[in-house]
T-cell receptor
Framework: LAKTTQPISMDSYEGQEVNITCSHN???????ITWYQQFPSQGPRFIIQ???TKVTNEVASLFIPADRKSSTLSLPRVSLSDTAVYYC???????????FGTGTRLLVSP | NAGVTQTPKFQVLKTGQSMTLQCAQD?????MYWYRQDPGMGLRLIYY???????DKGEVPNGYNVSRLNKREFSLRLESAAPSQTSVYFC??????????FGPGTRLTVT
């Protein structure tokens, strides 16, 4: 099964940029990298995906180096409402089961 | 457009009782999933349905059964509930497996 490694927790303050790095050494050629966000008492929410280089949307940026063995989710100017658990996953274009690890618990303080 | 809906939101069962968790999606997705999440843990896949008419076991299927009633609905049944099944259950749907849409969850307690 697809395996990722990410920090268990991170702390930040409002207004700072937060970077969460995930390693995925056994990523396959056709796998995309996907990040989900989960607030307490809610289901996970898809936030961004990418294949290589950089992807940006209204929520976050995703940086993927050329070897694709890691990726970094960047949250610009976090607010208290960004306090959540962030999961890194990877998978291909066809149907497959996703594996959610324990994620990174981000705590944003005033 | 409600997305993925789940019923009930909360449920308390006694050991040995049975119940069915309901899930429906209005996004015309082919694939649907059932996960459980225990405190402080990530999600674990119980069963999934790649398309209408098919179901397959995930990582932790023991003690559960599923039915893909039609393209919209995917139910999860606990035939004889056990305390170890106390958890939060999430249903999800997707067109592409890596981009799944989750429901609000059902918090189940088995005493």
């Amino acid at each position: 099964l697809a395996k990722t490694t990410q920090p268990i927790s991170m702390d930040s303050y409002e207004g700072q940029e937060v970077n969460i790095t995930c390693s995925h050494n056994n990523i396959a050629t056709n796998d995309y990298i996907t990040w989900y966000q989960q607030f307490p008492s809610q289901g996970p929410r898809f936030i961004i995906q990418g294949y290589k280089t950089k992807v940006t949307n209204e929520v976050a940026s995703l940086f993927i180096p050329a070897d694709r063995k890691s990726s970094t989710l960047s949250l610009p100017r976090v607010s208290l409402s960004d306090t959540a658990v962030y999961y890194c996953l990877f998978g291909g274009t066809g149907f497959q089961k996703l594996v959610f690890g324990t994620g990174t618990r981000l705590l944003v303080s005033p | 457009n409600a997305g993925v809906t789940q019923t009930p939101k909360f449920q308390v069962l006694k050991t040995g009782q049975s119940m069915t968790l309901q899930c429906a999606q209005d996004m015309n997705h082919n694939s649907m999933y059932w996960y459980r999440q225990d405190p402080g843990m990530g999600l674990r896949l119980i069963y999934y349905s790649a398309s209408e008419g098919t179901t397959d076991k995930g990582e932790v299927p023991n003690g559960y059964n599923v039915s893909r009633l039609n393209k919209r609905e995917f139910s999860l049944r606990l035939e004889s509930a056990a305390p170890s099944q106390t958890s939060v259950y999430f249903c999800a749907s997707s067109e592409i497996a890596r981009e799944q849409y989750f429901g609000p969850g059902t918090r189940l307690t088995v005493t």
